[in-house]
């Protein structure tokens, strides 16, 4: 190539002549900055002399400073990039489909194509896999991922090899052939981690699964000692157990009372089938009808004849709202445990008894009438239309057995109290359906109450059928042939007497006064003695108070009067 011959100028460093001889852009450029960088002009002169803006110099200027002849030079062009349509598939996806017929050659088209809408959420068609196959990369490695499933050291891996690869997209055939293994075992792997993820990992025991045993020692004993009573079934040692803390279901518990009468020959629980009738006074909400009868504890051994026990059902619940054990079965006893029902609980729509004469007393319909009560009674000769009638029989399983083996009365008293508790916070057959979760008369009884009524008119309905007395000068009420002392500033007032079971109680407006212990005679209807006086604090206490000397008290506050006589 012959040597390019160049046309001969002047040297000039003037910028008009300059400019006719320049032609490239790049070294237009330079020329204009060159002298500014050599410091020869400032960007203000130069700007004057080519025309270009002084903004514009120095900004040439300063990249020249830091790039040098690149500055002057036009930036490189982006690399062009291929249009891609609907038909041609992503680098990263053909990648992974040659990686996928190179690491398991017995893949098939439509498994390739599923393992592909698993990781880039596209399902190419058999015939694109195909083409790619044919002519896309070359395959990345060579090698298998994983062994065989035989040869793992660790089988915890060799299971999470096989997640790993389902959750690729592989099936179920395909992880079988590609580990060496049988399917039903890649099954078996996949089910135990849906169900325990990693806890599924490790080897377990080809052993049949056998249940924990919930039956301990300690449980056994539980069982042992509630059998001391042997009206107690299955279903109330189980709410018992419970009580305590303890869960073990009624067939359990059968299971272990039958060894036990086994081991020990303990008698079996009295049973007696009878068919099952329509109830009449069936409880559709709280508090529809309460139940009250009494009871008679004739397996008690303190003497003294007969000891009855008088209760009030609710019932939806199946709670025991009052309950209390006496020696009489009397209107004043029966009035105490409705009163005890109705301040706590509210009143009923209806009273369902049987015929006795103390529920059908003329007091008692007054005290009906008062408080909207309807007076309703189970026909002759049926008790079972009292359902209270099924809670003295779980009382007989539960009760009887401390009833009969109390020693005085404060036991017979705890024994009964005792039972109230047990019966309200256990289980109860009636609740076992709910699916609420309360399945204890006293959760399905919660706070829902009756009508309720002011305590003023309360104590003027129940003190209307109780005996008053004037309170002397000296502040005592006379009763029977007795002086008992109520409060001295009272003097002139009338004062309440209720007796209950065997305490006197003298109250004044709501507020006790005074509480004395009384023995009867055996006619139960006359008065043997009275004693161990109680004065309680009340509002109406005198200011001066009355000294009474301490060893003799019951001598100054009961004192023995004259009987009362016929006057000439």
């Not at 052993?207 to 009206?231: C, D, F, G, S, Y």
């Not at 279901?249 to 020959?265: D, F, K, V, W």
């Not at 009338?494 to 009867?520: C, R």
């Amino acid at each position: 190539m012959p040597r390019q011959r160049f046309e001969r100028h002047e040297s000039t460093h003037d910028w008009h002549q300059l400019r006719s001889l320049l032609k490239d852009s790049a070294q237009i450029t330079y020329e204009i900055i060159r002298p500014v960088i050599l410091g020869w002009e400032t960007p203000k002169e130069r700007s004057a002399e080519t025309g270009m803006p002084q903004r514009t110099i120095y900004y040439k200027a300063n990249l020249f400073d830091q790039a040098g002849m690149a500055s002057l030079l036009p930036p490189d062009l982006p690399p062009e990039v291929p249009k891609l349509d609907k038909r041609s598939l992503p680098p990263p996806m053909r990648q992974a489909i040659v990686d996928l017929k190179a690491e398991y050659p017995a893949f098939t088209l439509h498994e390739i194509a599923t393992i592909c809408y698993a990781q880039f959420a596209r399902r190419p068609s058999p015939h694109t896999i195909q083409v790619t196959l044919a002519t896309g990369p070359k395959p990345s490695h060579t090698t298998r991922r994983y062994p065989l499933y035989a040869a793992f050291d660790d089988p915890v891996q060799g299971r999470l090899a096989i997640i790993r690869l389902h959750f690729e997209g592989w099936s179920v055939k395909s992880i079988a052939g590609y580990l060496g293994t049988s399917r039903k075992l890649i099954y078996t792997t996949l089910k135990r981690w849906i169900s325990e993820q990693f806890a599924g990992l490790p080897d377990k025991s080809s052993r049949p699964h056998q249940p924990a045993t919930k039956t301990t020692l300690r449980a056994m004993q539980e069982v042992k000692r509630l059998q001391i009573n042997p009206e107690l079934g299955e279903y109330r040692v189980s709410a018992a157990l419970e009580q305590m803390g303890i869960k073990l279901s009624p067939r359990t518990c059968g299971r272990i009372l039958a060894l036990n009468r086994e081991l020990y020959h303990l008698p079996m629980p009295a049973t007696s089938g009878r068919p099952k009738k329509e109830f009449p006074f069936s409880s559709e909400r709280r508090p529809q009808y309460w139940f009250v009868d009494m009871r008679y504890l004739d397996m008690h051994t303190l003497g003294g004849g007969m000891i009855y026990c008088i209760s009030i059902l609710e019932g939806y619940s199946r709670a025991i709202l009052a309950s209390a054990v006496t020696r009489r079965q009397n209107f004043e006893e029966y009035v105490a445990v409705l009163y005890a029902a109705i301040r706590k609980h509210g009143c009923p729509e209806a009273l369902v008894s049987d015929h006795g004469s103390v529920f059908r007393d003329h007091r008692a319909i007054h005290i009906y009438a008062a408080f909207g009560i309807e007076k309703k009674e189970i026909e002759k000769r049926q008790s079972w239309q009292n359902l209270i009638e099924t809670a003295f029989n779980v009382q007989r399983r539960m009760g009887d057995c401390y009833f009969e083996t109390a020693k005085s009365w404060d036991d017979l008293v705890a024994a009964h109290q005792k039972w109230v508790l047990d019966y309200n916070y256990q289980r109860h057959m009636a609740h076992e359906k709910r699916e609420d979760g309360r399945h204890s008369p006293a959760e399905v009884l919660g706070w829902v109450t009756g009508k309720q009524f002011e305590p003023d008119f309360m104590y003027r309905t129940f003190s209307a059928i109780c005996e008053t007395r004037t309170l002397t000068k000296a502040g005592y009420a006379r009763f029977r042939d007795f002086l008992l002392y109520g409060e001295r500033a009272l003097a002139g007032k009338k004062a309440l007497l209720n007796i209950f079971q065997d305490t006197l109680a003298l109250e004044y407006g709501e507020h006790p006064l005074a509480k004395y212990s009384v023995e009867w005679q055996p006619d139960d209807h006359h008065l043997l003695r009275v004693g161990n006086p109680r004065l309680l604090e009340h509002p109406y206490q005198s200011p001066q108070l009355e000294l009474w000397p301490k060893e003799a008290v019951e001598w100054f506050v009961i004192i023995k009067a004259a009987a009362y006589c016929c006057v000439p």
